[in-house]
């Protein structure tokens, strides 16, 4: 608690808007639940809007358990969260891009996956973040993505060497969590909107577009998730920080 303390004394306006965007998360879930309810009735989502609406609320639960891990500047656990939530962002952007793998998921998750489906499938592992990386993104990007999942993969595995890092409060530690989690919140937000766009209604839109403004004014410059690729961004159409346009 005393870590914590020191932490929003040192960075009152970080931490603030850290809250502020994960309260903002959540009155986005249920605004988008309520949506779902009113337009579609009984009908059942197709599978890659299920998979993100699901990434999306899961990845809620680990923001806030990365950001009071981050408060206490114990960075290195409050990174393997973040390390999580990383790949599950991309995991929601291919079935975003790529309803086929979305089908696969489900039909692997409902049991009628065909044999030579499950086969491929275990061949490359499944959905490894290697495969994502490959599928996404073109070179360039896939370097800078190698070495964020490196930054945040430091303590993912037993060591020595780590072993002691969080017994110290660190409040360097403590601010390049929590500027990252706003990065991360970013972009599950992002990647929500982006699967569900046919579904956003002016408030839903006004939530969305006012938290990824504030979050984009504090960090100055967001690391660009969507995908790449050229077969894939033209399927994208929010991208390269184009919200205020896209979410009128």
Request: a positive charge; charged letters at 30%.
């Amino acid at each position: 608690m005393e870590r914590a303390k020191k932490t929003a004394n040192e960075f009152p306006r970080l931490t603030q808007l850290c809250r502020q965007v994960l309260e903002s998360m959540w009155q986005m879930k249920d605004r988008l639940m309520n949506a779902l309810t009113t337009q579609r009735k009984e009908k059942e989502l197709p599978p890659y809007q299920q998979f993100v609406s699901i990434y999306f609320m899961r990845n809620i639960v680990y923001l806030q358990s990365a950001y009071l891990l981050a408060c206490g500047s114990l960075c290195e656990p409050s990174r393997d969260l973040q390390r999580t939530i990383t790949e599950t962002i991309m995991r929601g952007y291919l079935f975003i891009v790529n309803r086929k793998e979305a089908n696969l998921m489900n039909s692997l998750i409902e049991g009628t996956i065909r044999t030579e489906d499950r086969d491929a499938l275990r061949e490359r592992k499944y959905w490894p973040f290697k495969f994502l990386l490959g599928e996404l993104y073109t070179k360039e990007t896939r370097k800078s993505f190698k070495e964020l999942l490196n930054r945040l993969s430091r303590s993912s595995h037993p060591s020595i060497l780590s072993a002691f890092t969080d017994l110290e409060y660190s409040s360097q530690g403590a601010e390049d969590c929590l500027r990252m989690l706003l990065q991360l919140s970013y972009h599950n937000i992002q990647m929500m909107a982006e699967g569900f766009l046919a579904f956003l209604n002016g408030g839903l839109k006004e939530i969305i577009r006012s938290t990824l403004r504030d979050i984009a004014d504090f960090q100055g410059e967001i690391t660009l998730f969507e995908p790449d690729k050229r077969k894939y961004s033209q399927k994208i159409r929010l991208k390269k920080g184009n919200f205020i346009e896209i979410l009128k």
